[in-house]
């Protein structure tokens, strides 16, 4: 039961132009969401995050768009870099007694000079 | 600098010899857990920690041990590991905020690539 899912495994984008990262969820209690980026040999590092009482939330190139009617978020990243290219995870949360972290299964972006 | 370090960074062993991946963190956070990556799983948790001497199992606690007599420290056991704990493991902690909460944001550690044989 995946209920945090990232369907686009990889995706290609050229240098300059946006990157649309996506992700659904099934669980409409959870409490925030976040992106982390990874780079190979390395750990998930955090990016930016959203509660869910929110829509939008902006950290530099970074954007994070929240709907909870349709239980979808997506990570823009105008413009892209090629230090961009990574692994991104979506992960969702709620308080409570585990204070879990559930993540996505990663897209692959591949940031073409 | 603060970091969560994690040992060894790669590890080949063989079925049912046991064996301990140590996890450190110098942020006094109270909040620890442990992941494994998979290909098309993604991450998932296997064991996490509120505090001292307070653990509990993830979503894949199978095979997997964890004690948490300090703080700083939060270790993962295979008692008899097998192929299929194969995986990429992560250790990651949480700052607690005021009043209790425990904060939204991981921090990870670089990996721990297992392999057994």
């Known amino acids: 039961d995946q209920q945090v899912k990232q369907n686009s495994p990889s995706l290609s984008v050229q240098e300059g132009r946006i990157s649309i990262l996506n992700c659904d969820y099934t669980?409409?209690?959870?409490?925030?969401f976040l992106w982390y980026k990874k780079y190979p040999a390395e750990g998930p590092t955090f990016l930016i995050s959203?509660?869910?009482?929110?829509d939008k939330n902006e950290d530099g190139r970074f954007t994070v768009f929240l709907n909870k009617s349709a239980k979808h978020l997506s990570l823009h990243i105008v413009p892209s870099q090629p230090g961009d290219s990574a692994v991104y995870f979506c992960a969702a949360g709620y308080g409570g007694a585990t204070n879990k972290l559930i993540f996505g299964t990663g897209t692959l972006l591949a940031v073409q000079p | 600098e603060a970091q969560v370090t994690q040992n060894p960074r790669y590890l080949i062993t063989v079925t049912g010899k046991k064996l301990t991946v140590t996890c450190s963190q110098n942020?006094?956070?109270?909040?620890m857990s442990w992941y494994r990556q998979d290909p098309g799983l993604g991450l998932r948790q296997i064991y996490y920690s509120m505090n001292v001497e307070v653990t509990d199992k993830g979503d894949v606690p199978e095979g997997y041990k964890v004690s948490r007599k300090e703080k700083r420290n939060f270790p993962l056991i295979l008692e008899s590991p097998s192929p299929n704990q194969t995986s990429l493991y992560f250790c990651?902690?949480?700052?607690?905020?005021?009043?209790?909460?425990?904060?939204?944001?991981?921090?990870f550690g670089q990996g721990t690539r297992l392999t057994v044989v």
């Open positions: 959203i509660s869910s009482i929110k």
């Open positions: 942020m006094n956070h109270e909040y």
């Open positions: 990651a902690s949480r700052p607690t905020l005021q009043g209790g909460r425990v904060g939204t944001e991981a921090f």
């Open positions: 669980n409409s209690m959870f409490d925030y």
